[in-house]
């Protein structure tokens, strides 16, 4: 599935992001290797949402450039939607919509027709291992299901790059591996996965590269063993990040990111 | 062709799925109908028998009552924005962005759902209007202009609502600006009172109003002996203009909700 023609399934380059005066994200540049599971790090308020907004074309750029699937941000937008899947830090799944309905209204949008359409969300209902209840309404689902059936639902086009944000917040232990479980999957398949994540356990079992950000700009990227070798022998995560950043994770983020957060928790229950 | 396809597939799917969540709570449905009741049971009766608006050979609440149906057409489909502040305020717009379709294949499938409605509550006002034996015209071709009226009409104030929440983008300011703006709308038309009989100015403001060209055509279509003072050709072409700039302005504004 890669297109070998492109090294990258995304490269940034200098992608900056103002909010009126405030600068949210400072010239970030990246390149992310095809059929990896990519982690962007950092605290509340560091920037990853606003990042992955920009690639997922939701989000102009105030500068800079970037490439997702080998199409350009800003003047292929079209394109990039085709090539990829995005699960935002909110809760996606309509709730009062039952899963099939969920499924069945993101495939037509990305313009699956037909007996194609109905054999994708058949499929798409077994990776998400929801049959069972596939007929009940979204509503009544538990947290886990619900990611599930998002990274399902944003799944459904065999898209090259996968986009999800926070995937895993406010999941139990348990739902939470399942979701790995599921993304493992998909990199087997080839797809690219950008996941942002605050949660270094998450970051270490998952992830093959890792960039750090922090208050919108990049610390420092690198796979986790050779960022942990770095900051000496024995060194966790929690010490890369504190090393790289200057902060522990628990001291970043503001309220808005904060709030934003627990909205999510409260939300997926 | 093959874009015409996919444009008309998007707009399926969104009317598709909106729809279906209309009929899986129909208590805001039926608790809309409640209004129209109120108007033509209480301000048609009284006004009947006090005869102070004077409207030809007309009973009053004959007169009146295309303009309720108008009315409850407005006031469900003017709060239609709050369903996507609150789909903007979890992630279900996000998710809609990123896929390929187009913003206006969007916009337009939810208009339609709220087309769609708009003709459940007509049957309802239909109902109340023949209990209070209001004479109704039943042969097909006025009632298919009255469907297409209240259609297009559902779909022209479902998508200057939504205009308004891609700029307000919070409840709050939301609620606050339907309020404002359902009533000067609804008493600027000819929905209750004639044309003719309105002050120079406000005659003005009602020939600016699509309402006034929606109410203007349900008149003849709906009433026995009702009459519209323009070509049912102009009013249609007038509320189709208003909603094809409404859904190119909503297109644009939509993804602004994203950010
Ligand atoms: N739409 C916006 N308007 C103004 N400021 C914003 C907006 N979105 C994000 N920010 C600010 O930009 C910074 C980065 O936010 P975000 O990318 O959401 O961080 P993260 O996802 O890493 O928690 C935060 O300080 C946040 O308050
Ligand atoms: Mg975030």
Same mark, same amino acid.
């Given at each position: ?18 909010? $009126? ?57 079209? &394109?990039? *939607? ?30 699956? *027709?037909?007996?194609?359409? *109905? ?28 990611? *599930? ?51 270094? &356990? &998450? ?34 995560? $929690? ?31 | ?12 799917? !969104? ?30 009766? !009284? ?70 409605? @708009? ?8 109902? !109340? ?23 297009? @009409? ?28 359902? +009533? ?37 279509? +709906? ?37």
């Amino acid at each position: 599935m890669p297109d070998a023609s492109e090294p990258f399934a995304i490269a940034t380059h200098q992608l900056r992001k103002c909010f $009126d005066h405030f600068v949210a994200l400072e010239g970030l540049s990246l390149q992310v290797p095809h059929a990896c599971i990519f982690g962007l790090l950092g605290p509340n308020g560091a920037g990853k949402s606003t990042a992955i907004k920009m690639l997922t074309t939701l989000l102009d750029p105030t500068s800079g450039s970037a490439t997702v699937a080998g199409f350009d941000i800003a003047r292929q937008p079209v &394109e990039v *939607r085709r090539h990829i899947g995005y699960v935002p830090q909110m809760l996606s799944a309509d709730g009062a919509l039952t899963a099939i309905e969920n499924l069945n209204l993101s495939a037509r949008l990305q313009g699956l *027709r037909g007996a194609e359409r *109905r054999a994708r969300v058949k499929e798409a209902l077994a990776f998400a291992g929801l049959e069972a209840t596939a007929s009940k309404l979204v509503r009544a689902y538990s947290g886990g299901m619900i990611r *599930r059936l998002e990274i399902a639902q944003a799944t459904l086009h065999n898209p090259q790059v996968l986009f999800l944000d926070e995937p895993t917040i406010g999941l139990d232990p348990i739902a939470r591996r399942t979701v790995w479980e599921r993304l493992e999957h998909l990199r087997e398949k080839g797809t690219t996965i950008l996941i942002t994540t605050h949660d270094m &356990e &998450e970051a270490d079992t998952l992830c093959d590269e890792l960039a750090i950000l922090h208050q919108g700009r990049l610390a420092v990227v690198g796979k986790p063993e050779s960022l942990k070798a770095q900051v000496g022998e024995n060194a966790s995560l $929690d010490d890369v990040f504190v090393h790289f950043s200057g902060v522990g994770l628990e001291q970043g983020g503001d309220y808005r990111g904060t709030r934003d957060s627990r909205d999510a928790i409260q939300r997926l229950g | 062709m093959n874009r015409l396809l996919s444009y008309l597939n998007e707009t399926f799917a !969104v009317c598709d799925a909106e729809v279906r969540k209309l009929i899986r709570d129909p208590t805001e449905l039926l608790s809309r109908a409640i209004q129209p009741v109120l108007w033509l049971a209480v301000f048609g009766q !009284v006004f009947s028998q006090v005869r102070g608006i004077p409207t030809g050979n007309l009973r009053y609440l004959d007169f009146m009552a295309p303009g309720i149906l108008a009315q409850s057409i407005l006031f469900s489909a003017i709060f239609y924005g709050i369903a996507i502040i609150w789909e903007r305020d979890l992630g279900i717009v996000h998710k809609l962005l990123v896929t390929p379709a187009h913003r206006s294949a969007l916009i337009m499938g939810k208009a339609f759902a709220a087309g769609l409605r @708009g003709l459940v509550q007509a049957a309802v006002v239909y109902l !109340v209007a023949i209990a209070l034996h209001v004479e109704i015209r039943w042969e097909l071709m006025p009632i298919l202009t009255v469907a297409a009226g209240v259609f297009v @009409g559902s779909c022209i104030f479902s998508t200057f609502s939504l205009v308004i929440a891609c700029i307000v983008k919070t409840r709050e300011r939301f609620m606050g600006i339907g309020q404002v703006l359902t +009533m000067p709308l609804f008493f600027a038309s000819n929905a209750i009172y004639p044309l003719e009989l309105m002050p120079g100015w406000l005659k003005v403001i009602a020939v600016c109003n699509p309402l006034t060209y929606l109410v203007d055509a349900l008149r003849s279509g +709906m009433i026995v002996g009702g009459t519209s003072v323009y070509a049912l050709t102009t009013s249609f072409a007038v509320m189709l203009s208003v909603f094809t700039v409404l859904l190119l302005l909503a297109a644009r504004l939509y993804p602004g909700l994203a950010r």
